[in-house]
């Protein structure tokens, strides 16, 4: 069973964690059921990228993203050739090493 390390982040996951996943589910899923609360202003449909992620290790193991995500990713904050968004990359059979940002851009957000 694969796990995702996710990184110390200061406000959501201050020690980090290591998580169990089940191969065909998505990070952001993953994060979210373990109490990891990464924003997802569009509900998961690849409308955002609030739910960026930049996978540190393991990123060759993930599909490849398609024109809408890397369309999406280009308004990341942060952006990094490993970025993805969570709700678009699915754990296949090798461990990920997760840093979520620091920073996301949320336009909807009652909290900016």
């Not at 979520?100 to 336009?107: G, H």
Request: proline share 4%.
């Amino acid at each position: 069973m694969p796990k995702i390390i996710v990184l110390p982040n200061e406000e959501l996951c201050p020690e980090g964690a290591v998580l169990e996943a089940q191969v065909g589910e998505s990070v952001l899923d993953v994060v979210l059921k373990n109490d990891i609360d990464v924003e997802h202003a569009c509900e998961k449909v690849c409308a955002c990228t609030t739910c960026h992620m930049i996978i540190r290790e393991g990123f060759d193991s993930l599909e490849e993203s398609d024109e809408l995500e890397d369309d999406m990713l280009d308004k990341a904050w942060g952006l990094e050739p490993e970025s993805r968004l969570g709700c678009q990359a699915i754990v296949a059979d090798e461990d990920l090493v997760v840093e979520i940002p620091k920073y996301t851009v949320n336009m909807v957000s009652e909290n900016h």
